[in-house]
């Protein structure tokens, strides 16, 4: 029986405040960006010249840059909103201009990177910027 845990590993993935309460979304679930961008994942983008070439070093081409960008930008804009909270900072803070340029500049970029990418991709980044575009209305509403 003591050898039953081996070689697993426990991860808390739950989000508590100083007070014990819960701040910020707990699960892929409660986070919509969580569940969308972890698709948005740049390493099935990969340059297949590199890949042929058969050299150790992996180089990554700009449409995998910029579908990672948007992943940084889809995440910045919701740290903005107030709905995550702000890594470097520990906190819930909340900037509207901040998160208007993100998600202008998420919507500039995935339409730049939208001839190169697979249709489910495309679809996944239209959902994230429709999903921002609400909820960045709605705060605007709520000030």
Not at 51 to 70: H, I, K, P, R
Not at 105 to 113: H, I, L, M, P, S
Not at 123 to 136: A, F, G, M
């Amino acid at each position: 029986m003591e050898n039953e845990n081996e070689g697993f590993e426990v991860v808390d993935k739950r989000r508590v405040n100083e007070s014990g309460e819960a701040s910020g979304p707990a699960t892929d679930q409660d986070n919509p960006v969580a569940a969308q961008t972890e698709d948005l994942t740049a390493d099935d983008y990969r340059d297949e010249e590199s890949e042929s070439e058969g050299s150790d070093q992996e180089s990554v081409n700009v449409v995998s840059v910029l579908v990672y960008m948007l992943t940084l930008l889809a995440n910045s804009a919701w740290q903005w909103m107030g709905l995550m909270i702000n890594p470097s900072s520990g906190k819930v803070e909340q900037d509207l201009e901040q998160t208007k340029l993100a998600i202008d500049t998420f919507e500039f970029v995935a339409g730049k990177v939208t001839p190169y990418i697979d249709p489910r991709l495309q679809k996944e980044i239209q959902s994230t910027l429709s999903d921002l575009r609400v909820n960045y209305v709605e705060k605007v509403r709520a000030r």
